[in-house]
């Protein structure tokens, strides 16, 4: 889909703007209680977000050194790596993110503004593809907002933009 905008804007001599976004230790910055608002939004049986809240909430560790051991901290944040769970939570609450950011884009049409859709998404990879550069900067604030507020953020060095 990208590639295809991008060979369209081409053909067509038309702007375009293309930003590439990799979230930083997406899988250990997700919060327990995004889990429970995506799981909420997507009406998943309340008994079911239960147990995933008890699940969670057994999440604990603990810092040692030479001298000293701390107490045990409950996590409030991460999603458990290899948990076949895992993968879905994290899709869902990155779909909660993303459609308050589509949402606060206002329509769009292939003649300007954002294509659609503006946002595209695999896994932590984000892709925002818009063909005004004042659409692509309030996607980029609203998404940037929005990442911050879920506490979770992205990571410069693998994020790029044409």
Same mark, same amino acid.
């Given at each position: 889909?990208?590639? *295809?905008?991008?060979?369209?804007?081409?053909?067509?001599?038309?702007?375009?703007?293309?930003?590439?976004?990799?979230?930083?230790?997406?899988?250990?910055?997700?919060?327990?209680?995004?889990?429970?608002?995506?799981?909420?939004?997507?009406?998943?049986?309340?008994?079911?977000?239960?147990?995933?809240?008890?699940?969670?909430?057994?999440?604990?560790?603990?810092?040692? @050194?030479?001298?000293?051991?701390?107490?045990?901290?409950?996590?409030?944040? *991460?999603?458990?790596?290899?948990? @076949?769970?895992?993968?879905?939570?994290?899709?869902?609450?990155?779909?909660?993110?993303? /459609?308050?950011?589509?949402?606060?884009?206002?329509?769009?049409?292939?003649?300007?503004?954002?294509?659609?859709?503006?946002?595209?998404?695999?896994?932590?990879?984000? @892709?925002?593809?818009?063909? /005004?550069?004042?659409? @692509?900067?309030?996607?980029?604030?609203?998404?940037?907002?929005?990442?911050?507020?879920?506490?979770? /953020?992205? /990571?410069?060095?693998?994020?790029?933009?044409?």
């Amino acid at each position: 889909m990208i590639w *295809e905008a991008i060979q369209r804007a081409k053909s067509e001599k038309i702007n375009l703007d293309v930003i590439w976004l990799d979230l930083a230790n997406a899988y250990g910055s997700v919060s327990h209680q995004m889990i429970q608002l995506a799981l909420k939004m997507y009406h998943v049986p309340k008994d079911i977000q239960v147990m995933i809240d008890d699940y969670f909430s057994v999440f604990r560790m603990r810092f040692s @050194t030479n001298s000293y051991t701390t107490d045990w901290i409950n996590m409030e944040i *991460e999603i458990a790596m290899g948990c @076949t769970i895992s993968p879905i939570l994290f899709v869902m609450v990155m779909e909660v993110i993303l /459609k308050a950011a589509k949402d606060s884009a206002g329509p769009a049409n292939l003649g300007g503004g954002c294509y659609m859709p503006p946002l595209k998404a695999f896994m932590d990879d984000t @892709t925002i593809i818009c063909s /005004k550069e004042d659409e @692509t900067r309030r996607m980029l604030e609203r998404l940037d907002v929005l990442i911050a507020w879920c506490r979770i /953020k992205f /990571k410069p060095k693998k994020s790029r933009s044409l």
